[in-house]
């Protein structure tokens, strides 16, 4: 399976029928998910009448639309996106491991019984995304800043993928304490510390707020306080170069963008999926 | 606009995206539906992003789907299809003029203020359609047999095409007798009656019941016993050529049969939506 095919086969909206399979990626906005395009370039790859759309549902709309994606007997699968990952996780039947540490969702199947199974591929696809591109994380000390949604899958998913140290920061220091002690009950071996800003004895230092979205955002954390080694990471994909990632290059420090997350997790989400 | 283009400009689902409106057609069975090919073929060739995808929702699932539906911000129309043009029309704000007397709608459209305006087209589409073929309804008598949906429906188009009379003919006797008074005050100059068989005196006798769906299922009633002029109608689609259009051809009669209708209806609705 490849991201975006360059030739053919494609697929055509006329070859949709009355059998196709539905997909669908739910978040508010909606209007810059790419979802519809990676998973309909692997449908016409692979040849599955398949179609994923994108449905645009506000928070106070999420609980009538899972109901009404339930009723849809062939929607076989959703993508879960900002604001929802939370909240669906509480509406689907069954969660994964993942799902479950997080309490958050990014994709939920209908299984054969017709249970909805819900779980959360943002961390494992974060890691995947590192690793894609050389950075491997296991027997590294990590900073990790935000836990919202994604940031707790991140947490997880770097003490799943065998972190030595793992220090995490957030602006709610009773929702950072909490996830801390639930690392340290999951991964008794790993020591995890909360933390207020990236300390120099870290190799990477990785961003997990919104901060860098807005254009007069302040930086995360500054980078040029960390010894070039450290790796700088930013989960924002738009942009592709945020703030704190121009900073990092400007500091000599190696950096690594969003979107190797985004392209990871989608791959995850495709597995869960039953697909490649 | 052409039902089925053979060229250029087509769409790929790979152009699909988050900014894609959404149309839906909601039924049950879903998989013989004709609606993703013809309005993704339109959509192809005026340009528009937006994409007509067919759930699967039975009966019992139709309140939720609808709710769920109405959450969808980016979803702009809904098809209605068996089971549920009925039930709809009670779950739309507002009701078009078809709709209202038919008490049942096959389309629904988001209102620039948000609300539902709901609308019957299965009438008006026959009659598109019989035109479409040559067959002018106005100044002649009909038989129209079956009285659920599509039939109340093409019965009051009927009405509005200017038939100079009307035979009702249902199993349900009082359905039956309830068509008859409603057609009778909304168009007091029209000869509306109740019958039980097509008269040799009509000039066309219509089907409208799911009798030639199944294998084994009776004739609606016998052409045999009509003189050849009659113009024997069918609205059923599969299988295109039914019992009754059989047996009508090989009595020398004409006949006309489901698809028509169907293409006539498409093109109402997608001006209902606002194409071509």
Same mark, same amino acid.
């Given at each position: 399976?490849?991201?975006?095919?360059?030739?053919?086969?494609?697929?055509?909206?006329?070859?949709?029928?009355?059998?196709?399979?539905?997909?669908?990626?739910?978040?508010?906005?909606?209007?810059?998910?790419?979802?519809?395009?990676?998973?309909?370039?692997?449908?016409?790859?692979?040849?599955?009448?398949?179609?994923?759309?994108?449905?645009?549902?506000?928070?106070?709309?999420?609980?009538?639309?899972?109901?009404?994606?339930?009723?849809?007997?062939?929607?076989?699968?959703?993508?879960?996106?900002?604001?929802?990952?939370?909240?669906?996780?509480?509406?689907?039947?069954?969660?994964?491991?993942?799902?479950?540490?997080?309490?958050?969702?990014?994709?939920?199947?209908? !299984?054969?019984?017709?249970?909805?199974?819900?779980?959360?591929?943002?961390?494992?696809?974060?890691?995947?995304?590192?690793?894609?591109?050389?950075?491997?994380?296991?027997?590294?000390?990590?900073?990790?800043?935000?836990?919202?949604?994604?940031?707790?899958?991140?947490?997880?998913?770097?003490? !799943?993928?065998?972190?030595?140290?793992?220090?995490?920061?957030?602006?709610?220091?009773?929702?950072?304490?909490?996830?801390?002690?639930?690392?340290?009950?999951?991964?008794?071996?790993?020591?995890?510390?909360?933390?207020?800003?990236?300390?120099?004895?870290?190799?990477?230092?990785?961003?997990?707020?919104?901060?860098?979205?807005?254009?007069?955002?302040?930086?995360?954390?500054?980078?040029?306080?960390?010894?070039?080694?450290?790796?700088?990471?930013?989960?924002?994909?738009?942009?592709?170069?945020?703030?704190?990632?121009?900073?990092?290059?400007?500091?000599?420090?190696?950096?690594?963008?969003?979107?190797?997350?985004?392209?990871?997790?989608?791959?995850?989400?495709?597995?869960?999926?039953?697909?490649?």
């Amino acid at each position: 399976m490849t991201l975006a095919p360059t030739g053919e086969p494609t697929a055509k909206t006329e070859q949709i029928d009355g059998a196709t399979r539905l997909y669908v990626i739910i978040g508010d906005p909606i209007s810059a998910v790419r979802s519809p395009q990676f998973f309909n370039a692997l449908f016409a790859e692979h040849g599955i009448n398949a179609v994923l759309v994108a449905l645009h549902v506000d928070a106070d709309g999420l609980d009538a639309a899972w109901a009404g994606l339930k009723a849809m007997r062939n929607l076989a699968g959703v993508v879960v996106t900002m604001p929802h990952k939370v909240r669906a996780a509480a509406l689907v039947d069954a969660l994964g491991p993942a799902g479950q540490i997080a309490g958050a969702i990014n994709a939920a199947r209908r !299984e054969p019984d017709g249970r909805w199974l819900g779980d959360m591929f943002d961390g494992r696809g974060f890691v995947d995304g590192l690793r894609a591109q050389g950075h491997e994380i296991a027997g590294r000390k990590v900073h990790l800043l935000g836990l919202g949604g994604a940031g707790t899958a991140i947490a997880v998913a770097l003490a !799943e993928g065998g972190v030595s140290g793992l220090v995490l920061q957030d602006v709610d220091a009773a929702r950072r304490d909490r996830l801390v002690d639930r690392i340290a009950t999951g991964f008794p071996n790993l020591a995890v510390t909360p933390g207020t800003a990236p300390d120099p004895g870290v190799d990477a230092a990785i961003n997990a707020t919104p901060l860098g979205m807005k254009v007069n955002d302040p930086l995360p954390f500054d980078p040029a306080t960390l010894p070039r080694s450290t790796l700088v990471v930013d989960i924002i994909t738009k942009p592709e170069m945020t703030p704190l990632l121009e900073r990092a290059a400007a500091t000599g420090h190696r950096v690594h963008a969003g979107g190797h997350m985004h392209r990871g997790q989608a791959l995850c989400v495709a597995r869960f999926f039953g697909f490649c």
